[in-house]
């Protein structure tokens, strides 16, 4: 299935992440194609080429990025890596879901 059949039913509100060959599923890397909304992809085509639109999909995860609301502001340590634990209380949190694709 391509990338286009297979976002066609997924919701503009949705987040998503496109990542190329063996990017991680929970970093970022040059291997990111797109992190974003999908409503903003499908208004403006053309950030991704045509190519990654009829890009196989070799595996999907719903990956949640969860972090101190204010991290940057309050100067505290990047988001956690799988496996590291927080150091802060759950209502400081915010999560937020990727769709992420990999092609």
């Not at 909304?37 to 196989?56: P, T, Y």
């Not at 988001?79 to 999560?95: A, C, I, N, R, V």
């Amino acid at each position: 299935m391509t990338l286009e059949q297979f976002i066609e039913p997924i919701h503009n509100i949705t987040r998503i992440r496109i990542v190329k060959g063996k990017g991680s599923r929970y970093e970022t890397s040059e291997a990111d194609v797109y992190i974003g909304w999908l409503g903003i992809l499908r208004e403006d085509k053309s950030q991704i080429s045509k190519e990654i639109w009829q890009a196989e999909i070799k595996d999907f995860a719903v990956v949640p990025d969860i972090r101190h609301k204010d991290w940057q502001k309050l100067g505290l340590m990047k988001p956690l890596e799988p496996g590291e634990h927080p150091q802060y209380k759950f209502s400081d949190l915010t999560m937020t879901l990727y769709y992420t694709f990999c092609i």
